[in-house]
C-alpha cells in the first residue's frame, strides 16, 4: 500500500516535470500511469495531482500553458485546452 502510494507520488513529479518541459505526451503517460496504480490499489490520487491533472484526457495541468484557472462562486474552476472544466471548493 504505501509503496502503491509512494510510486503514484513520483509520477505525479515527473509528470509535473515533463509538463514543465513541454513533453506533454509524456506527462499524459506518468498521469495514467499514476491512475492505473491507484485504482488497482483503491487509493485516491493525492490532492495536487488530482486538481492539475484532467479527468477528460490525462493531461497534466499547467496554467497558462494548457489549462485556465478561474474562480468563481467560492470555487476554482480549472479548464483544460480540451475543454474539459472542474470546479473544486476554494481553499
Ligand atoms: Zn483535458
Known amino acids: 500500500?504505501?509503496?502503491a502510494?509512494?510510486?503514484i507520488?513520483?509520477?505525479g513529479a515527473l509528470a509535473k516535470e515533463a509538463a514543465a518541459e513541454g513533453e506533454t505526451e509524456?506527462?499524459?503517460t506518468y498521469v495514467r500511469r499514476a491512475r492505473r496504480i491507484a485504482e488497482r490499489h483503491r487509493l485516491s490520487l493525492p490532492r495536487k495531482l488530482k486538481r492539475f491533472s484532467c479527468d477528460a484526457c490525462d493531461s497534466y495541468l499547467i496554467p497558462?500553458?494548457?489549462a485556465r484557472v478561474r474562480t468563481q462562486d467560492g470555487?476554482?474552476?480549472v479548464t483544460c485546452d480540451c475543454g474539459?472544466?472542474?470546479r473544486y471548493p476554494y481553499d
Open 75 to 77: 470555487h476554482v474552476v
Open 84 to 86: 474539459e472544466h472542474a
Open 26 to 28: 509524456r506527462a499524459r
Open 9 to 11: 507520488e513520483r509520477l
Open 1 to 3: 500500500m504505501k509503496i
Open 64 to 66: 497558462g500553458r494548457n
Open 5 to 7: 502510494a509512494e510510486r
